[in-house]
T-cell receptor
Framework: GAVVSQHPSWVICKSGTSVKIECRSL??????MFWYRQFPKQSLMLMAT?????????EQGVEKDKFLINHASLTLSTLTVTSAHPEDSSFYIC??????????????FGEGSRLTVL | AQSVTQLGSHVSVSEGALVLLRCNYS??????LFWYVQYPNQGLQLLLK??????LVKGINGFEAEFKKSETSFHLTKPSAHMSDAAEYFC???????????FGTGTKLQVIP
């Protein structure tokens, strides 16, 4: 199946700094990528839909200036958590659709990134 | 609008016993339905999906699910649980292959030796 790689897997940062997480589709092109946040023992919360070459579409309640999303190419989307605070600590997961298989609706997920803000 | 309800946040079964994870959905259009599995500190992996056609779908690792439109259900089953099946399972629905996917709250499966 299609492979999505997410980096870094783990990141620890100080409060007030910014952290960038990358999501790459390794063997397919992804016009659309999705960013999720997962709290402990909870489901995935969709944060935003990342569209190649255009602005991301954010879900209600997600701060656009806090969570910057860039989708500069068909294989790369980035999530930058700006001025991170301890409450931003979470597990962030990206997913992508294969343009060839897009009609099936199947999502391919990255491995996730565990962010800890001290 | 669409939503997913997973009954039971935790399910425990003995090794070798039947696994049954329940999922009910709501969708204003014919749904695409998915089951994903998540192991600790990892992303999600697709187990199986229903889009159109045969209502009984088979997935990886011996899992299968049946789409029942009249019951708006898509329950996941496996005849015999293995220790390696212990994980979190998510049911998901989409209105089509081009729409957002909505996830249920997940069911944590525990397999008792």
């Amino acid at each position: 199946g299609a492979v999505v790689s997410q980096h870094p897997s783990w990141v620890i940062c100080k409060s007030g700094t910014s952290v960038k997480i990358e999501c790459r589709s390794l063997d397919f092109q992804a016009t659309t990528m999705f960013w999720y946040r997962q709290f402990p023992k909870q489901s995935l919360m969709l944060m935003a839909t990342s569209n190649e070459g255009s602005k991301a579409t954010y879900e209600q309640g997600v701060e656009k200036d806090k969570f910057l999303i860039n989708h500069a190419s068909l294989t790369l989307s980035t999530l930058t958590v700006t001025s991170a605070h301890p409450e931003d600590s979470s597990f962030y997961i990206c997913s992508a659709r294969d343009e060839v298989l897009r009609g099936t609706g199947e999502l391919f997920f990255g491995e996730g990134s565990r962010l800890t803000v001290l | 609008a669409q939503s997913v309800t997973q009954l039971g946040s935790h399910v425990s079964v003995s090794e070798g016993a039947l696994v049954l994870l329940r999922c009910n959905y709501s969708s204003s259009v014919p749904p695409y339905l998915f089951w994903y599995v998540q192991y600790p500190n990892q992303g999600l992996q697709l187990l199986l999906k229903y889009t159109t056609g045969a209502t009984l779908v088979k997935g990886i690792n011996g899992f299968e699910a049946e789409f029942k439109k009249s019951e708006t259900s898509f329950h996941l089953t496996k005849p015999s649980a293995h220790m390696s099946d212990a994980a979190e399972y998510f049911c998901a629905v989409s209105g089509s292959g081009y729409q957002k996917v909505t996830f249920g709250t997940g069911t944590k499966l525990q397999v008792i030796p």
